[in-house]
């Protein structure tokens, strides 16, 4: 399926997303919501728990009722999508939190479910979706795992699966919904590497939700933050760190976004001067900063300097004693100190 | 991978045959294999009785075993993929114990004052086994259609069954024992003394159940990631769920109507199935175990008759006592039951 770049991909108009409730009525989690997910962008969708970001990929999925407005796809009306014969699973395909219990099944039969929107009643993969599915797991680096067993595959594998299936279902939008939760650094990257693959290279509109604030910094192409008063800001990740919406959103307690630390209390009421560049210095920097001292740039009661010597790291507390590491230098300045 | 699911076919196939004649060749009159191949082959046989007790009693109890083993094995695969529960069969729904409730006021319920014909018969137990699952199948399609779940269809399923075992013990303790033995023969089920035209009712329900099922293919594949990703995929849960119910209601009633609650073959078929024939497909699935059902039933009823004596066993008794150990050894032997 052919789509233009940058074409709306998902269009909402005035969407308001929450549950009905049997005593009270409403239960509004976000409201008026006028979005836009356009093709070639990979959109990440953040706020805290239970704001509503699962809620409102549901309601976009088809899985749940909008309490009020429209959605459209490819610029068609979800009305129109329902009645046609194609209907919404040839646009949009989902990975959702729900774990598969059948776990005897292997990843070409989990897989291969992406292409039933295609299939008529008896299920019968035709060679051309058999084509579709090699190619995907190819593109998508899991082709050694094909025959495996369900259960025999790590959380981030699986996760690496469902995406997998939701690619083979070939539509211009997959929804997901927190694909990196519970996943190490390494599989979190795979995975955010992979979705911006298939935006940039496929033309594909992909919106995930993450509660990965560092990752969704350095990969998303442009943010959704759900935030205070049921509305959802948008922009892109440097425009929200620089004018302060995170700070407001998330509320940080000791986090500093823009340089990305978390904040140290001076306790100890020590000055130290460090000398250095590179790395050295910024982690000599941290670790000081981590035990409570001050750093000032100008000649102060104590003076760290750190530097290579013969391939090897060395510390010189005030050009007397020479350390190895830095965890020698803090117990013998815990010692004096 | 082709060639070795065409010998497993033709294996089921072989074994389902083996068995049909076996079955044959069993009972209180002891009729020698070559007439009943004659009598098959339409011709004359040593003894002219013994056409008559092939034809009107041993082949139509054997095509009773096929079509009980059938269409309770599609049910429970049915409901074993619905609720994604290993332990489900074709009486989760509170089916057959609609029927045993229906049976029991039948047969014991002048003791509760309460009195439907002057003489119970056998076309009677059918009705009445017909109208109690009929009643539970249209309660669970209404509550299946209030509520969107699974699983709570499934312990509503399980409720019922349990309300309505104890208003059959009240009655059982309120009745006289002449009663109450007729209700427990009929509990025991029984596969011989159906007529050729309840034969071609049963075979009217399998053939409408299992195509109702085989409809619902897709929806039964899809199922097995959640309800979420079926519906994702464009799957009518809504529907498809009523449908399942629909078939599997119309095959357990039909088999519990003229065979009574035969219980075990429809949890354990599945299972024994997907041991041999390891897809997740039920395209594949469904005439799978239709044929393993069959199987098995044969296989019990020849049990049942005790071959060399003259006593036929409650077929109730034989089907848990093979089908228990055999589940036992796939649970320890595999570690892990799939649905």
């Known amino acids: 399926m052919s789509t233009d770049t940058f074409m709306n991909c998902i269009e909402t108009i005035d969407l308001t997303v929450g549950y009905t409730n049997r005593h009270d009525g409403f239960n509004i989690l976000l409201e008026n919501l006028n979005l836009k997910l356009k093709a070639g962008e990979l959109v990440c969708f953040m706020g805290q728990n239970g704001i509503g970001k699962s809620t409102l990929i549901r309601t976009l999925a088809g899985l749940q009722r909008p309490l009020s407005g429209t959605i459209k796809f490819n610029n068609l009306d979800s009305k129109t999508i329902k009645s046609s014969a194609d209907g919404l699973p040839h646009h949009l395909a989902v990975v959702l939190t729900d774990r598969i219990t059948a776990v005897n099944m292997t990843v070409s039969d989990v897989v291969s479910f992406g292409r039933y929107p295609y299939l008529g009643w008896a299920a019968r993969l035709s060679t051309e ?15 050694h795992l094909k025959d495996k067993k369900l259960h025999e595959l790590s959380d981030g594998q699986i996760q690496m699966v469902m995406i997998a299936r939701a690619v083979i279902q070939d539509t211009p939008i ?8 519970h996943l190490d650094l390494n599989n979190r990257l795979e995975i955010m ?9 496929y033309g594909k509109a992909i919106l995930a939700s993450t509660h990965e604030l560092d990752l969704a910094l350095q990969t998303a192409d442009l943010i959704w933050l759900a935030g205070q008063d049921k509305k959802i800001i948008t922009g892109i990740p440097e425009d929200l760190v620089l004018d302060g919406t995170f700070d407001f959103i998330f509320q940080f307690k000791g986090f500093d976004l823009k340089t990305g630390k978390v904040q140290h209390e001076p306790y100890r009421g020590l000055n130290i001067k460090i000398e250095g560049s590179g790395h050295e210095f910024l982690w000599t920097k941290n670790a000081f900063e981590r035990k409570g001292f001050s750093i000032t ?5 104590h003076t760290v300097a750190v530097r290579q010597t013969q391939g090897s790291l060395e510390w010189v507390l005030d050009d007397k004693i020479n350390f190895r590491s830095l965890q020698q230098l803090f117990l013998s300045l815990e010692s004096f100190v | 991978m082709k060639l070795t699911r065409y010998m497993h076919w033709a294996a089921l196939s072989g074994l389902m045959l083996l068995l049909f004649i076996l079955n044959l060749g069993l009972g209180s009159v002891s009729i020698p294999v070559s007439d009943i191949l004659n009598i098959l082959a339409g011709n004359e046989a040593s003894n002219i009785i013994y056409a008559d007790i092939i034809w009107n009693f041993r082949i139509t109890k054997a095509l009773t075993c096929v079509l009980a083993g059938s269409a309770l094995s599609i049910g429970g695969l049915q409901m074993q993929t619905l609720f994604r529960n290993a332990l489900a069969g074709p009486d989760v729904l509170g089916l057959s114990s609609g029927a045993s409730l229906a049976v029991s006021l039948l047969l014991m319920g002048q003791a509760a004052g309460i009195r439907f014909f002057s003489d119970p018969n056998p076309w009677t137990i059918v009705i009445a086994s017909s109208i109690g699952a009929g009643a539970v199948f249209l309660i669970v399609l209404f509550i299946a259609r209030r509520l969107g779940d699974n699983t709570s269809l499934l312990i509503i399923g399980l409720m019922m069954g349990a309300a309505t075992a104890s208003l059959v013990s009240v009655l059982q303790f309120l009745s006289e024992a002449e009663d109450q033995q007729a209700y427990l023969l009929w509990t025991f089920g029984s596969l011989g003394s159906l007529s050729w035209s309840e034969i071609q009712i049963l075979t009217l329900v399998l053939v409408l159940g299992a195509l109702v099922g085989l409809l619902s293919v897709k929806a039964l594949n899809a199922w097995l990631l959640g309800d979420n990703y079926a519906r994702s995929l464009g799957v009518n849960v809504n529907r498809s769920r009523l449908f399942i119910i629909l078939s599997t209601s119309i095959l357990t009633g039909g088999v519990t109507a003229f065979c009574g609650p035969i219980a075990f073959v429809g949890l354990a078929v599945p299972h024994l199935t997907k041991l041999i024939i390891k897809t997740h497909n039920h395209r594949v699935l469904l005439p799978a175990v239709m044929l393993s059902g069959a199987i098995l039933m044969l296989f019990c009823d020849i049990i049942a008759q005790l071959p060399g004596s003259k006593y036929v ?10 089908g228990a150990p055999v589940v036992i050894w796939i649970v320890l032997k595999s570690k892990r039951i799939s649905i």
Request: hydrophobic share 45%.
């Open chain 2, 313 to 322: 066993l409650p077929i109730n008794a034989i089907t848990a006592l093979i």
């Open chain 1, 297 to 301: 740039p100008e000649a102060s009661q």
């Open chain 1, 193 to 201: 590497n992979l979705l911006r693959r298939l935006a940039h290279n």
């Open chain 1, 129 to 143: 979706d058999i084509q579709i599915i090699k190619e995907t797991l190819k593109e998508t680096r899991i082709e």
């Open chain 1, 174 to 181: 997959i929804l997901l919904d927190e694909p990196t939760a």
